[in-house]
């Protein structure tokens, strides 16, 4: 993997434009197998895991081909309903296909998906659904066959709202001749930009943004033409970047309503925002500490927000306490901030960060793709050379990182292969 030479100290200024969401286009690209034709997908971020989802899509034999910003998947030839484990360990959300080959070709053979080490990531509420729905899902040697009839019209309550299990469902129920209804749904907004790009293809669907999801399934699918939204976490790594750097930042591309729950706490923690239509900007001349973070499913504070956001309070003046409540071990990144002269002491899922005036450059290990974006951050605020090795992490989710920041003012740099 390669790494990033940042020389930190100097505040970024300038203007991003952010890209069409990660969370938003995985899910879509499994959903273009269920329309049989072309789906052409508009500001279709550079990152590694569209790369991977691309790889799995022309696995299972569908055609894919990208101009410019716009990926175009053709379906129509698709004939395999299995991904090979080499494929699935590359990302988390290769196990949203799963909904989609059963919806598809009412089989999948698949293996548990890989993604960053957040402590477990089982799948079971995403087979407990599916087996309600009437699937049968086995492992044996580790390998996950499941097979379905026919989807059965009914009720799936899920015990926690995961975002990966309610897109899953929606893509199997999308095959379900009759009603199904997906109570305690996320209400992330990345399903309902999948709602939207469904609706495009001709699905019946009601509730986006709710929690409870109806979805009248067995309709032939047609391709569509989609433009996703723009990624809240991307708006919200580069809003903690300029707030750990003192910066002034404007934002292009962005919901402000999506990211309520991270602009109230940097504007608590003395940054102005301000919020226009699909802008926003953030002005920080200084930084306190803030009221306890807390993360949450939406609306609450994103967990994917917890690890840049923490970045930028190690530097302000004051306590911060975050307790992660979604994942149950997604504190990698502190022992690294530590070493970089943040105060923080720590426990599984609780960090209490004192913030110092200064830290210092380090050399460290991205062990995470949020976890990296925040050591990022705090080299960007350190004063001197840092280097961040294993930075591939962050190229699975950010399109052209280092470029973008140069264009506000960082020196950042990275090297491949080292
Ligand atoms: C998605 C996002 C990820 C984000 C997360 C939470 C994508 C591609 N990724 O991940 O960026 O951090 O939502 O907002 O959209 N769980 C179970 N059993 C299951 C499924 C989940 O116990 O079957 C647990 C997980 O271990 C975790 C919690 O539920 O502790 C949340 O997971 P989930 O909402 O499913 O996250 P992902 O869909 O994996």
């Known amino acids: 993997m390669g790494q990033y030479e940042i020389i930190g100290g100097s505040p970024l200024r300038g203007e991003i434009r952010i890209h069409g969401a990660k969370n938003s286009v995985l ?15 508009e500001d279709c971020p ?21 101009r410019g910003s716009e990926l175009t998947v053709d379906s129509t030839a698709a004939n395999r309903w299995e991904i090979p484990p080499q494929l699935m360990g590359k990302m988390r959300g290769a196990i949203l296909f799963l909904g989609a ?4 070709f009412s089989q999948a053979r698949l293996s548990q998906p890989g993604g960053c080490p957040l402590g477990d990531r089982p ?5 407990g659904g599916l087996g309600h729905m009437g699937a049968r899902c086995q492992f044996r040697d580790s390998v996950l066959y499941c097979q379905v009839d026919r989807f059965c019209p009914s009720t799936v309550a899920l015990p926690f709202p995961s975002v990966g299990a309610t897109e899953n469902l929606l893509l199997a129920a999308l095959s379900c001749p009759g009603e199904t209804v997906i109570c305690n749904a996320a209400r992330e907004p990345e399903i309902a930009d999948l709602m939207g790009f469904l609706r495009a293809c001709g699905a019946e ?6 929690s409870v999801l109806r979805i009248r399934g067995g309709k032939k699918l047609r391709g569509c033409r989609y433009r996703l939204m723009p990624d809240r976490m991307e708006a919200a790594t580069y809003l903690a970047a300029a707030a750990a750097t003192r910066g002034e930042l404007l934002l292009k591309n962005v919901r402000p309503e999506h990211l309520r729950a991270v602009t109230n706490v940097l504007q608590e923690a003395g940054c102005r925002i301000w919020e226009g239509s699909g802008e926003l900007s953030l002005h920080c001349h200084s930084l306190r500490g803030v009221s306890p973070i807390r993360t949450a499913p939406y609306d609450g504070f994103p967990t994917d927000a917890q690890a840049p956001v923490m970045a930028a309070m190690a ?16 504190m990698g990144h502190i022992p690294a901030l530590c070493a970089m ?21 380090a050399r460290a ?7 990296g974006a925040a050591l990022a951050i705090a080299m960007l605020a350190a004063p001197g050379r840092s280097i961040l090795r294993d930075a591939g992490h962050i190229c699975r989710g950010y399109e052209r990182f280092d470029a973008i920041l140069r264009t506000c003012g960082a020196q950042i740099q990275y090297t491949e292969g080292l």
């Open 205 to 210: 669907l009601r509730g986006d943004g709710s």
């Open 101 to 104: 080959l059963l919806s598809r």
């Open 341 to 361: 002269g943040a105060k923080i002491s720590a426990a599984k899922r609780c960090a209490v960060v004192q913030g110092v005036p200064r830290l210092k450059p």
């Open 315 to 330: 530097t302000a003046e004051g306590t911060t306490v975050f307790e992660e409540t979604v994942f149950s071990d997604r």
């Open 365 to 371: 290990c991205a062990t995470d793709l949020r976890g």
């Open 27 to 41: 899910p879509i690209l499994a959903a273009t197998l269920l329309c049989e034709s072309c789906c052409v997908i």
């Open 46 to 66: 550079y990152i590694r895991d569209v790369d991977t989802a691309v790889e799995i899509l022309e696995h299972l034999g569908c055609r894919v081909q990208r």
């Open 123 to 127: 799948i079971d509420l995403h087979l």
